[in-house]
C-alpha cells in the first residue's frame, strides 16, 4: 500500500509535527502533510476568494460549488458549477492517484469545505478495505497548484488502535453511506449510514482527526440501511440533508439539528424514518391473508397495472412499498401513482407513470378513515366490484367500503421527482451550483448519463426543478460483431416488449448499437438484452425487455469475447452456427466456440 504522506519532494521542516489552525477556524494541516497556505494557493490559482468566502462543495475556488463523482474507467471526474460547466467533464484524478492506486469506483465519496489547506478537501472510503482517506485539494500543491484535482497527498483517518476511530462500534468498518456537511466556520462533518445507524461525525480541531464522537440522528430502532444520503447544504436557511429511499425511489428532505456552527443542538429530536410502507386493503383473500397495492411484476414502464395482490412479507417487495408525499404524490418503484390520462370518471384505471406533479397524481387522506382521494376526480382508490388477486386498481366513488379502505403511510416531505435506485444507481446534490440561492440535484443513470435537474421557484413550501440537462454522456455505442460470421451483427431488430434479440447483416444501424451500462446491463434502444424470465436452463431465449437489473439481465464481456451471463452461468449463444440473417440468440453452457464469441466495433448511431 502507498504511504499516507506527502511526496518526498514536498517533504521539509515546514512537514515535521505541523498542526497548524489556519486564519478562518477550520483550515487543518495534519502532521506529515506540507501544504502552502490557503490564501497563498488561491492565489496562485487566480482566485481572489477569501477563506470566508469559500463554499461548501466548491473544490475548484471559483466560489461556485462543484461535482466528483468516480468514472467507468476508474477515475475521477470533476463537473464544474456555475459557467465553468459548460466546459464539460475533466479528470480530477486518475484510477492510479486513489488512494490504493486501484479504481475511485471502489470508494464512497464526500467533500464539503476545507479540511487541510484551501479549496474542498475529498474524503475517500474503501468499501472493501473499510479505510477512511482525507485527500488535500491540488489546490495547495505548491508550486503547480490546480484546484479541484485530487493528486498529490493524503492521510488515512483513524488507523487501528488511535483515537480517531469513531464508527458506530469503535471502527470505520461499517459505513455504507456517506456525505458531508458544513454549517457556518465550523468544518466539514460527515453523516454516515452505519449498520443501520444514521449517525453524525462534528469537526473537530484535534490534529490527525478531524472528528468528533459520533452522533445518533436517526430515531431509536429505525434502520436507514435502504437510504442514500445527499447533501444540498442549505434550503431556506435550514441546514438540510435529503435521503432517496432505495426501494420507492422518493427523496425526502430531513432538517438537521445543527446550530450555527454545525454542532447538534441540545435535546433535539431525532429523525423519523421516511422509508416505503404497503398500502394494505382491507380486503382479504379467501384465506383470510392480506391483500396489498401492488405494480404488476415489478415492471416499470410508464402504464403498467396497478394490482391488488397477495402481499408479499407485509409489502416487503419493492414493487409493494409506497411513499406518500406531503405534496399528495405516491411513490413507487421510482415513479409515482397515476390516474390514467388525468381522467375522472368512476372505473378509471390506475397506473404507474413518471413522477410530474400532475392532478392525475395528487393522493389526500379522506374523506373516510383509510381513503385515499384524487382531488382532481373527487373519488378515492379503489379495488373494485368482488376484488381478488389481480384485480387491476382504479378510482371509485369514496365511501367505506372495503374496496376503498387502505393502511395508509405517514406523509413525508418528499421532493418532486422519482429515482429508481435501478435506474439511477447514483444521486448527489452539489448544492447551489448555478446562484440561484437553490440546490440543485445530480444523478447518474445506469446506462451512464449524467444529469443535472436544476432547481427552480418552490412550491408549497418544496423545492422543484427544472428538465434534466445533460452533463456527460453514455457510454460510446458498440456494435457486436460475431467471430464465426463477422458480416453478423447482433440486432434489436424494433423488437416488442420481450421480442427477440436476432442477428443480421452489420449496417451500423440504431438498432445494432449496444453499450454496457454501469449497472452490468447491456443496452439497446433504452431496453435491456436479458435471458426471458430469468430462467437460466440452456436454450432460453434471449430477448429484449424493460431494464430491471435483475440477474437474467447482468452481462460480462469476457477475455475470450465470450457475453457471460454470471445469474445462468452461461453464454449468448447462436444456435447451431446458423448465421442466417433473423437468427434468434440463446444462452448456452458456455464452451469458447466461434458461435459464442463476438467483437466490439464502435456504433456512434
Known amino acids: 500500500m502507498r504511504e499516507s504522506r506527502a511526496p518526498r519532494w514536498l517533504r521539509g521542516p515546514l512537514t515535521r509535527g505541523l498542526a497548524l489552525l489556519c486564519a478562518g477556524g477550520f483550515v487543518l494541516a495534519a502532521p506529515g502533510a506540507a501544504f502552502a497556505d490557503a490564501s497563498v494557493a488561491a492565489k496562485q490559482a487566480g482566485s481572489a476568494l477569501t477563506t470566508a468566502a469559500r463554499v461548501p462543495g466548491d473544490v475548484d475556488l471559483d466560489g461556485v460549488p462543484d461535482f466528483l463523482a468516480p468514472a467507468a474507467d476508474g477515475s475521477l471526474t470533476l463537473f464544474r458549477g456555475g459557467s465553468a460547466g459548460g466546459a464539460g467533464p475533466e479528470t480530477a484524478s486518475t484510477a492510479s492517484r486513489s488512494p490504493r492506486g486501484d479504481d475511485w469506483n471502489n470508494y464512497l465519496l464526500a467533500h464539503r469545505g476545507a479540511v487541510m489547506g484551501g479549496g474542498d478537501s475529498l474524503f475517500a472510503y474503501h468499501k472493501g478495505y473499510k479505510q477512511l482517506y482525507l485527500y488535500a485539494n491540488d489546490a495547495d500543491a505548491y508550486p503547480d497548484p490546480v484546484p479541484g484535482h485530487f493528486t498529490r497527498t493524503y492521510s488515512l483517518v483513524g488507523s487501528s488502535g488511535t483515537l480517531c476511530d469513531r464508527g458506530v462500534d469503535g471502527t470505520w468498518d461499517h459505513i455504507a453511506q456517506l456525505t458531508a456537511v458544513q454549517r457556518g466556520t465550523g468544518g466539514t462533518n460527515l453523516v454516515t449510514v452505519e449498520n443501520g445507524h444514521l449517525r453524525y461525525y462534528p469537526f473537530s480541531y484535534l490534529a490527525g482527526c478531524y472528528f468528533g464522537a459520533g452522533v445518533e440522528l436517526g430515531a431509536e430502532g429505525a434502520d436507514w440501511s435502504g437510504f442514500t444520503l445527499l447533501s444540498p447544504g442549505e434550503v431556506d436557511g435550514v441546514p438540510t440533508l435529503w435521503v432517496r429511499d432505495t426501494a420507492t425511489g422518493a427523496v425526502t428532505a430531513l432538517p438537521l439539528p445543527l446550530d450555527a456552527v454545525g454542532k447538534p443542538v441540545s435535546g433535539f429530536t431525532r429523525l423519523t424514518l421516511p422509508a416505503g410502507r404497503p398500502l394494505v386493503s382491507a380486503i382479504k383473500d379467501t384465506d383470510g391473508k392480506d391483500l396489498c397495492a401492488d405494480i404488476d411484476h415489478a ?57 410530474n406533479n400532475s392532478p392525475a397524481q395528487q393522493w389526500v387522506t379522506g374523506p373516510y378513515p383509510g381513503t385515499l ?20 386498481l382504479a378510482i371509485g366513488e369514496c365511501d367505506s367500503g372495503a374496496g376503498r379502505q387502505w393502511t395508509v403511510p405517514a406523509a413525508h416531505a418528499v421532493l418532486p421527482i422519482g429515482l429508481a435506485a435501478g435506474a439511477f444507481p447514483a444521486v448527489d446534490s452539489p448544492g447551489d451550483t448555478d446562484a440561484d440561492g437553490r440546490p440543485d440535484l445530480v444523478v447518474t443513470a445506469a446506462d451512464g448519463r449524467v444529469l443535472l435537474y436544476p432547481s427552480t421557484a418552490p412550491a408549497g413550501g418544496q423545492p422543484r426543478f427544472g428538465q434534466p440537462r445533460l452533463i456527460s454522456g453514455p457510454p460510446v455505442g458498440q456494435s457486436i460483431r460475431s467471430v464465426h460470421n463477422p458480416s453478423r451483427c447482433l440486432d434489436n431488430y424494433g423488437a416488442p416488449d420481450n421480442g427477440p434479440l436476432r442477428l443480421y447483416g452489420c449496417w451500423g444501424s440504431a438498432s445494432q448499437r449496444f453499450a454496457f451500462a454501469l449497472d452490468g446491463t447491456l443496452r439497446t434502444g433504452e431496453r435491456c438484452v436479458a435471458v426471458q424470465g430469468d430462467r437460466t436452463e440452456p436454450g432460453t431465449p434471449a430477448v429484449i425487455v424493460d431494464c430491471q437489473g435483475t440477474g437474467g439481465q447482468i452481462w460480462k464481456y469476457r477475455a475470450d469475447g465470450s457475453l457471460y451471463n454470471p445469474a445462468s452461468d452461461s453464454c449468448l449463444d447462436l444456435p447451431g452456427w446458423n448465421d442466417a440473417n433473423g437468427t434468434a440468440l440463446t444462452i448456452w453452457s458456455c464452451n469458447g466456440g466461434t458461435n459464442q464469441r463476438w467483437t466490439l466495433t464502435p456504433n456512434p448511431a
Open 299 to 355: 415492471w416499470t414502464s410508464n402504464g403498467t397495472a396497478s394490482l391488488l395482490w397477495n402481499c408479499a412479507d407485509q409489502g416487503a417487495a419493492p414493487n409493494q412499498r409506497f411513499t406518500l408525499g406531503t405534496d399528495g404524490s405516491l411513490h413507487v418503484l421510482g415513479k409515482c401513482l397515476d390516474v390514467t390520462g388525468g381522467a375522472t370518471a368512476a372505473g378509471s384505471p390506475v397506473n404507474l407513470w413518471d413522477c
Open 373 to 392: 382521494k384524487n382531488p382532481n376526480s373527487g373519488k378515492c382508490l379503489d379495488a373494485p366490484g368482488a376484488a381478488t388477486a389481480g384485480t387491476r
